[in-house]
């Protein structure tokens, strides 16, 4: 058995958190550099207001109905995202974090010994006392189904929050009501194609043959199928993969024309991507870097390259990597372009001692090792950071962020007040 335990509009549901005054107030958060609208709350929802238009489109919308606008705040919401899955480790034998807001629990077992669904309403009630934060709970023998579930737990309010799908009736009754392009991996294309074969529901996806289904479409979809039948098929990873490369980048909040600025954008980002990777615990061989002018520009012309360098051995060392990102970027430096986006990739990436460096080769020595903890330990203190002197040497580029709500649990000096 499984439950997938989802937290409601999350990012709008965090900044609703420390602003009491905004209940009930219809929220939407953007995109970076303030672009697009990436999430919304349920009063937002029902403005109609939808995913990924632009703000500007919807300026008038904003306006008319007081909806409070708000920068994504990435700091915050992965703080209380971590609060959010400490509570859950603490009520489930194991957890599986699925996204920021979404995480899978083994529940084998358990049904011996307690109601499922008093287990979901005790955990959506410890969950909403600890962070503040209102979750859904999907109980079902399949993750797919425990999606499903989690789905029907949303849509319903009679199921105060709540679905278990532990009995095959219920299982084929909620997916009668479900269309097949809420089937968790079911995309909008496959979705097009099985409705045109007249497979319009869940049910009648969960009724195919499977044979028929790998023939016609793909293994991943027989999956789907003997999933929606109650035979798990999708792995519990309590530990997921490391990343195969870290990507940091990011669209300027202006052009930049001055190499300083391109300077100072690289350092940063590869500072960030360093940092990343020292999270999980890797090690990074290949250094790639990109630059590019907007390609639907009318009347600037268009540039677009990269570099990318391979190190004698691999390295988690932030002044290594963006020594050599730097030099790549001088390869790929032209003057008398705008340019609208750059970014670095750290790929190749090892764990420490499984790389076999050659006689002559100088690994990593201690004191840099102990310099990065250092740097890190500092900077995720929430009582200063450490940068380097090259991404202070541009300003205006940075990531445009007007509707910013303060770091209320990382920054000593962004904490609420109380006023009594």
Known sequence: MYALVDCNNFYASCERLFRPDLKDRPIVVLSNNDGCIVARSAEAKKLNIKMAVPLHQVQEIIDRENIAVFSSNYALYGDISARVMTILEQEAPSIEVYSIDEAFLDLSGLSTHHSLTDYGI??????????GIQVCVGIAPTKTLAKLANHGAKQYPATQGVVDLSDRQRQRRLLKL?????????GRRIAQRLQLQGINTALELADCDPAWIRNHYSVTLERTVRELNGLSCLEFDQQPPPRQQILCSRSFSKRITRYQDMHSAITQYCARAAEKLREQDGLARLVS???RTNPHSQSDPFYSNNACRLLPVPSADSRLLC???????????????????AGIVLSDLYQPGCFQPTLFDHTESVSAKRLMQTMDLINNSGRGQLRFAGEMLGSGWQMQRNHLSPAYTTRWDQLPIARI
């Open 122 to 131: 005790r955990i959506r009630r410890r969950v909403q006392q600890d962070s």
């Open 178 to 186: 479900l269309p097949v392009r809420e089937v968790w991996g079911v």
């Open 289 to 291: 870097v990109f630059i």
């Open 323 to 341: 020594q050599t990102a730097l030099q790549l970027l001088k390869t790929l430096w032209k003057p008398d372009y705008r340019y609208m986006k």
